[in-house]
Every structure is written in structure tokens, then in C-alpha cells.
């Protein structure tokens, strides 16, 4: 008894059926084109400046109009509790280390936001720790939170004769270094007048200019950010606790078991 191959299956013809499905399938039938390749991820070189790179987050450089920095590493922690602004500039320096500028702040709590960082390893870092970090710095409750800034504010004047129709305008002090054992600032500019008052760090992060203050969408006379005028003298820092989290003036002499410095360092 002999079999006989069919040509049909379910009434439809056998021919053909291969490719038809090969089609359905978006499997190309030219062998000529390749499907698309991921591409490789590319990890951030590890620093070789510090003892304990685990412990520290690199935030690449940037360039703004006025300022530029190279890639930073951030450390985790904050350091140097009950220790006044001027006293944690010296340490820092000593070190070879830095205290973040407003805009580095930023540019951090950027880098944490985005839920993608690396160590000073080159490894990433889970996303669980990142996001316990960013609270840790930003979430409202208790306890108290704060952290100083390279930031230092004079109010100046310019214009006028004979003591009249003099204009004042605040400056902005940054990028300190030690000189003659005192604290000199690389830059001090005016400020925009184009400041808000608070909006939430979400707000902050997403619009801020140069100096890292937060932008407003219409130019505005300098008031406030979040109820604090930038009094001459005054020095920025990062506070947190049960009623809010904001960027404020104090002065430079305050000290508290709860404030503390962020030790950062150029990646080398």
C-alpha cells in the first residue's frame, strides 16, 4: 500500500506556508539585513584619587554660562556635623576636597533623581540606595536635616554720583579656595532678578539657572525664594524636616549636631 504526500493541510495550500509565517513573524527574508544591536553599556572609568570609591557618587561635569566643572565625586554621607560654614571650608580644602556649589547640589540631586548612578568604582549603584539617599536629603519629616553650601552672599551698589541714585544688587560668591589661610572666592556675580518662591524640589531640580536658584517664567524685582531674602553675609545651605525642605540664607557661624558637609572631589 503506497501513501500519497498531499499538497493541502486544512484545505490551504503546504507551498508557500513557510514564508507566509516568516513574514507574520517580521523575521527578514533577506539575508543581507541584520536585525538592529543593542548598544554596549559604557561605564564611567573609576577614580583614582580616593580611598573609598564605593562610597562616593560620580556627577558628570558641566558647562553653564558663567561656570563650568569637571566629573565630581559626591559622597554619600554628610560629614562634619556641628561645624560652622567657614570651619568646614577650611577642613574640606585641607583635604583636598570641596564643598558643593549650589549648582553641584543640584546637578546631584539630578543625578539621584534620574534613578541611574554610578560609584567611584564605575559600578552602578541600586536603585533602591539611590532613591534612600535623595530622601534622606529631601523628604519632609522628621529629624531635622541640613547641609552647607558654597554659596556666600554680599549686597553691593553701583551707579550714582555724590552719593545719589546709587542701584543695589546682591552677588553671589562661589567656588572658595584658601588664600593667605582665608577664604577667596573664584567667582562673584550678580544675580539674575528672575528668582521664585518655593515650588518643590521637583520644581527646583527641573529650572535652575547658572547658580542653580530656581527660575521663574517671568522677570520679577529680587524678593524671596521660599521666604528668605539672601541678606549681605549670609551663606547658603540645604534644610529638611517635618514642615519642608528648602534652600535658605543663614549665618555662617551656625552650628548643630543635625548640619554637616558633603565632602566632594574632582574625579581624577
Request: aromatic share 10%; charged share 25%; hydrophobic share 35%.
Amino acid at each position: 500500500m503506497s501513501i500519497k504526500k498531499s499538497d493541502r493541510f486544512m484545505g490551504e495550500p503546504i507551498a508557500g506556508s513557510i514564508e507566509k509565517l516568516s513574514d507574520i513573524k517580521g523575521v527578514q527574508k533577506n539575508p543581507s539585513v541584520q536585525p538592529a544591536q543593542s548598544q554596549p553599556v559604557v561605564f564611567p572609568t573609576p577614580a583614582s584619587n580616593i580611598r573609598n570609591p564605593q562610597d562616593y557618587i560620580i556627577v558628570p561635569g558641566a558647562s553653564y554660562e558663567k561656570y563650568s566643572y569637571p566629573d565630581m565625586l559626591v559622597s554619600m554621607k554628610l560629614e562634619y556635623h556641628n561645624t560652622d560654614w567657614n570651619q568646614a571650608h577650611s577642613t574640606l580644602l585641607q583635604l583636598g576636597a570641596q564643598m558643593l556649589t549650589i549648582r553641584q547640589f543640584v546637578d546631584f540631586l539630578k543625578v539621584l533623581r534620574s534613578g541611574t548612578a554610578y560609584d567611584g568604582t564605575g559600578r552602578i549603584i541600586d536603585k533602591n540606595k539611590i532613591s534612600t539617599i535623595f530622601n534622606e536629603i529631601t523628604e519632609v519629616r522628621d529629624p531635622w536635616r541640613s547641609e552647607w553650601l558654597d554659596a556666600k552672599f554680599e549686597e553691593r551698589r553701583s551707579g550714582g554720583f555724590l552719593g545719589l541714585g546709587f542701584k543695589w544688587f546682591v552677588n553671589i560668591n562661589y567656588g572658595h579656595t584658601l588664600q593667605n589661610n582665608q577664604l577667596s572666592p573664584a567667582h562673584s556675580e550678580k544675580l539674575n532678578e528672575d528668582w521664585i518662591q518655593d515650588r518643590g524640589i521637583e520644581y527646583w531640580i527641573k529650572n535652575s539657572d547658572e547658580h542653580g536658584l530656581p527660575r521663574y517664567k517671568r522677570r520679577a524685582v529680587l524678593e524671596e525664594i521660599d521666604g528668605w531674602r539672601p541678606d549681605s553675609g549670609t551663606v547658603a545651605r540645604f534644610c529638611a524636616n517635618s514642615n519642608k525642605a528648602d534652600l535658605c540664607c543663614k549665618d555662617p557661624t551656625n552650628r548643630s549636631p543635625s548640619l554637616g558637609v558633603r565632602i566632594a572631589y574632582k574625579k581624577v
